[in-house]
C-alpha cells in the first residue's frame, strides 16, 4: 500500500497519480500538514498533480539503496543538512534552559515511546523482533538495577542535577505541540503495520547516532567535548553520553529488522510513509523543547 507521508490515507501500491492527486487537492483546501509537506520535500510552487508523480517516483526510489540506507538520507537532510535543525544548534553547547525544556517535554515522550516499542512487540511474531523490544523497554523505562538505570532514570536525574525536583517534571503537563505529537503517535502505533511502526519509532534513534557524521551529517547532535569538563552537569553528561553510546546499536539494529520484515512482507512503501510522516512529528516535538527552554530563559 502507498500512503499519504502527511496523513497516512491509504493508495493502492504504486500508485503514485491518485497519491499526487490527494497531495494537490489537500494543498488547495490550505491543510498545513500537506502544504508543509509538499513545500520540504517537492516543490514550494503550486503544481499540477500530473507534474508531481515523477518527482514522488524518485522520492520514493530506494534504487540501489536499502530501507536502511534511504531512511537514514531523508533522516540527515531533515536534522542534519547545512541548516541542522534548530534543536540541534542549541544542544551543541547547551544552556541550562535548553536542557530543561529536554528534561520537561522528553519525559513525557518516552512514556509514550515505550507504549509503542509495547505495541510493536504485541502486534508481531516475530522473536528477534520481541527480544528486541523487551530490550529497548528495560533500556529505556524499566533499567538493569542500580548500577545500570533506565534512560529515564538519568533524564530525571539530570533534571535534579539543574535544580528542579523530579516531582515537579513529572506533575508539569506537556505543552501543547508534546501532546499532540505523542497522540499522533500513539494513534500510528495502534493503526498501523507494526514494521511500519518499528522503523517511524526507532528511527529517531538516529538523532544520537554519533556515526551519522561519517554518513554526511553536519554536525553531531551535540558537540562531544561537552561530555567532558564541566560546560554541563555530570547528570547532564550521563543522560546524553547514554544515549550517545546506545543508539547507534539500538537505531541500526532496527534499521536492519525494518529492512529485512519491510521486504519479506512487502509492505516498504507504507513503512517508508509512516517513517516520513513520522518524523515531521519529531521535528515538531524537538521545537517544543525550545518552547519550554523559553520559560526558563525568562
Not at 26 to 33: I, L, M, V, Y
Not at 225 to 237: H, K, R
Request: net charge negative; aromatic share 10%.
Amino acid at each position: 500500500m502507498t500512503k499519504c507521508p502527511a496523513c497516512l490515507v491509504g493508495f493502492a501500491r504504486a500508485d503514485f497519480p491518485a497519491l499526487a492527486q490527494h497531495l494537490v487537492d489537500r494543498a488547495e483546501e490550505s491543510d498545513p500538514d500537506h502544504v508543509r509537506w509538499l513545500n520540504q520535500n517537492l516543490t514550494r510552487r503550486k503544481a499540477e498533480a500530473q507534474s508531481l508523480v515523477p518527482a514522488l517516483e524518485a522520492f520514493f526510489a530506494l534504487g540501489n539503496n536499502t530501507l536502511t540506507r534511504w531512511v537514514k538520507t531523508r533522516f540527515i537532510a531533515k536534522f542534519f543538512g547545512k541548516a541542522p535543525h534548530p534543536f540541534v544548534v542549541a544542544l551543541q553547547h547547551p544552556s541550562r534552559a535548553t536542557l530543561l525544556g529536554y528534561v520537561f517535554e522528553h519525559q513525557h515522550f518516552l512514556r509514550q515511546w515505550v507504549r509503542s516499542c509495547a505495541f510493536i512487540m504485541a502486534r508481531t511474531d516475530r522473536p528477534e523482533v520481541i527480544r528486541y523490544e523487551l530490550d529497548n523497554l528495560n533500556t529505556e523505562y524499566g533499567g538493569f538495577g542500580p548500577d545500570r538505570p533506565a534512560h529515564y532514570e538519568l533524564l530525571l536525574r539530570m533534571g535534579e542535577s539543574l535544580g528542579v525536583d523530579r516531582s515537579i517534571v513529572l506533575s508539569t503537563a506537556p505543552l501543547p505541540t508534546t501532546r499532540r505529537t505523542i497522540e499522533q503517535w500513539n494513534e500510528m502505533a495502534t493503526r498501523e503495520h507494526w514494521v511500519s511502526v518499528l522503523t517511524a519509532m526507532h528511527s529517531l534513534e538516529l538523532i544520537a547516532n554519533r556515526n551519522l557524521v561519517d554518513e554526511g551529517a553536519s554536525v553531531h547532535y551535540f558537540d562531544p567535548a561537552i561530555l567532558s569538563g564541566n560546560e554541563i552537569t555530570p547528570a547532564a553528561q550521563g543522560f546524553l553520553r547514554e544515549g550517545y553510546e546506545a543508539d547507534v546499536e539500538h537505531s541500526d539494529e532496527a534499521l536492519a529488522l525494518a529492512t529485512r520484515f519491510s521486504s519479506e512482507l512487502g509492505v516498504v512503501e507504507e513503512v517508508q510513509s509512516v517513517f516520513l510522516r513520522s518524523i515531521d512529528l519529531f521535528d515538531d516535538y524537538l521545537i517544543a523543547r525550545l518552547e519550554r527552554a523559553v520559560q526558563f530563559e525568562a
